[in-house]
């Protein structure tokens, strides 16, 4: 449903986004995640139409949003960064103008139904009356969240949906987004992690205008290191450091922690090699109590700093 080739902007001698590929299916939500500058608004600000790309192309619900805007933009429903809202007009006037200007002809009553449809969608009903300067940020999100649907698209484009809610919106505008999800495609940007674990079938990690990685947010906590190291808290101030290298399987051994009376170990294995079993009867034949036996696995947040941060970045972008 989009499609992104090579697409490069390069501002000045800035490059803002440098050489990004991406998929999207119909039906699928992709997370486009990165810290702050990393190119996803101007990314964004290319797929809707609204900033040309220097180089590359883009193709949305079968339209190339270069040579056929009109086509592109009528199939996509976008929030920006900001909602582009009008201060003096009621949310109900200002969705009548919105649908005026996107949504093309149609008679009194579908209008007025289409308008109610987005406002029921989008839970703003009570706002109709209420001028767009006077409404909370949860709700001028959730009014431009409505104008990106009035003209119904197949794909929406959401730049950072959920900045600046608090934690009650937040949740309410990920189960929207959600609940839009399978009947449209999505690209939603963030630079939340948890955002895309809970909203986002696949992600894309872009960083300095680099895609660093594109996986679904569970293989990405299975990838890179951690993925086969379990961790092991023993009782005793022995030292079970050799006993467990010793063990078939094991690669590596070290101390990750030591307090009173308890060693954790960090233990790597061949990538496969489910050595749980051996571990646990190593340390109780060894006469250790064994306190703690669990899997390592990195969370999204260590993922996203050693993508962001390291030259690790390198290796995962090649596999
Ligand atoms: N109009 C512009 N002129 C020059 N540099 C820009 C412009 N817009 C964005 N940038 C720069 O491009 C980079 C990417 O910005 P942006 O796409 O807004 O990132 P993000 O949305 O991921 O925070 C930033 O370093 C930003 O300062
Ligand atoms: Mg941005």
């Known amino acids: 449903m989009i499609e992104v080739q090579n697409l490069t902007k390069r501002y000045g001698p800035f490059t803002a986004v440098d050489d990004v590929s991406f998929r999207v299916e119909a039906g699928e939500i992709l997370g486009f995640l990165g810290p702050n500058g990393a190119g996803k608004t101007t990314t964004m600000r290319i797929l809707t139409g609204y900033m040309p790309a220097t180089e590359g192309r883009a193709v949305v619900a079968?339209?190339?949003?270069?040579?056929?805007?009109?086509?592109?933009?009528?199939?996509?429903?976008?929030?920006?960064?900001?909602?582009?809202?009008y201060p003096d007009m009621t949310v109900r006037e200002?969705?009548?103008?919105?649908s005026h200007i996107k949504a093309g002809r149609m008679n009194r009553a579908e209008r007025d139904e289409r308008i109610r449809s987005v406002m029921r969608k989008t839970h703003i009903e009570d706002m109709a009356n209420r001028a767009c300067g006077k409404l909370s940020k949860g709700y001028r999100q959730r009014v431009g969240l409505a104008q990106a649907l009035i003209h119904e698209p197949e794909v929406?484009?959401?730049d950072e949906p959920t900045a600046g809610l608090d934690p009650k919106q937040i949740m309410e505008t990920r189960d929207l987004i959600r609940s839009l999800g399978g009947t449209h495609t999505i690209v939603l940007s963030t630079h939340i992690l948890p955002e895309v674990a809970q909203t986002c079938q696949r992600v894309v990690i872009i960083n300095k205008g680099r895609v660093v990685a594109v996986d679904t947010p569970d293989n990405l906590t299975h990838q890179l290191k951690g993925a086969a190291s379990l961790y092991v808290q023993v009782e005793g101030p022995a030292d079970a450091t050799g006993a467990l290298q010793a063990i078939p399987g094991v690669m590596r051994v070290r101390v990750s922690d030591r307090s009173s009376g308890y060693t954790g170990y960090e233990v790597e294995s061949e990538p496969n090699r489910d050595v749980r079993r051996d571990v646990a009867r190593t340390v109780v034949e060894g006469g250790w109590g064994l306190v703690e036996l669990r899997p390592m696995r990195m969370s999204l947040e260590e993922i996203f700093l050693q993508l962001t941060t390291s030259e690790q970045a390198e290796e995962a972008r090649h596999g």
């Open 62 to 85: 079968g339209y190339d949003v270069f040579t056929h805007p009109v086509e592109a933009k009528r199939r996509t429903g976008y929030l920006p960064e900001t909602p582009p809202l």
């Open 156 to 158: 929406l484009i959401l």
């Open 94 to 98: 200002y969705l009548t103008f919105v």
